[in-house]
């Protein structure tokens, strides 16, 4: 499986996007890239999924290269409330639904 | 719906004895995962089912640690004995496969888990 490579810490002025990036140059090309957060003291929270193409939903939007070895989450409007450890995660090639989780990026967001 | 909900919330324990913690999933769904979470190691997936039946249980940590799903609307991860350094936060977490694909894991609020 693809390993992930995150920055452990950034900061983000509340209001302002938040652009958290992950280099995964291993991927192969079945493997989706998977962005997960988790708040202090709560259950890891789905954010977004992709396999080639750009992706939007209502929490952020995916950016991954056409060479698919980065990608980079965007939270628009950063807000306190997204102070949260961002975990990208690339699936296994066997898609099996396995998840492994790496250290992940700490955002704070500050007022 | 209620989301993925765990029972108890919190758990302290003594050395030597069993552990039960207990997870519903969201109804409808019919992957279910474990996973434990410490400081030192992060967050590992420890097993997960498939319409009731283990499919990996590679992240067991020994033969202490055992998981069943006797139905699809619950599932047990039993420890016994358990021992300090079992004390964790462990996470249960649903998802709907497809046959071909997994949809993304609903988790729950947790177990936290203290072994004296």
């Known amino acids: 499986d693809a390993k992930t490579t995150q920055p452990p810490s950034m900061d983000c002025a509340e209001g302002r996007a938040a652009n958290l990036p992950c280099n995964h140059s291993t991927i192969s090309g079945n493997e989706y890239v998977y962005w997960y957060r988790q708040i202090h003291s709560q259950g890891p929270q789905y954010i977004i999924h992709?396999?080639?193409n750009n992706e939007t939903n209502e929490m952020a939007s995916l950016i991954i290269t056409e060479d698919r070895k980065s990608s980079t989450l965007i939270l628009p409007h950063a807000t306190l409330r997204d102070t949260a450890v961002y975990y990208c995660?690339?699936?296994?090639?066997?898609?099996?639904?396995?998840?492994?989780f790496g250290q992940g990026t700490t955002l704070q967001v500050k007022p | 719906d209620a989301g993925v909900i765990q029972s108890p919330r919190h758990e302290v324990t003594e050395m030597g004895q069993e552990v039960t913690l207990r997870c519903k999933p969201i109804?409808?769904?019919?992957?279910l995962f474990w996973y434990r979470q410490t400081m030192m190691r992060g967050l590992e997936l420890l097993i997960y089912f498939n319409n009731n039946v283990p499919i990996d249980d590679s992240g067991m940590p020994e033969d202490r640690f055992s998981a069943k799903m006797p139905n699809a609307s619950f599932s047990t991860l039993k420890i016994q004995p358990s021992e300090p350094r079992d004390s964790a936060v462990y996470f249960c977490?649903?998802?709907?496969?497809?046959?071909?694909?997994?949809?993304?894991?609903?988790f729950g609020p947790g177990t936290r888990l203290t072994v004296l």
């Open positions: 977490a649903s998802s709907l496969y497809a046959g071909s694909s997994y949809n993304e894991q609903f």
């Open positions: 109804s409808g769904h019919n992957s």
């Open positions: 992709g396999l080639k």
């Open positions: 995660i690339v699936t296994g090639s066997s898609n099996t639904g396995k998840l492994i």
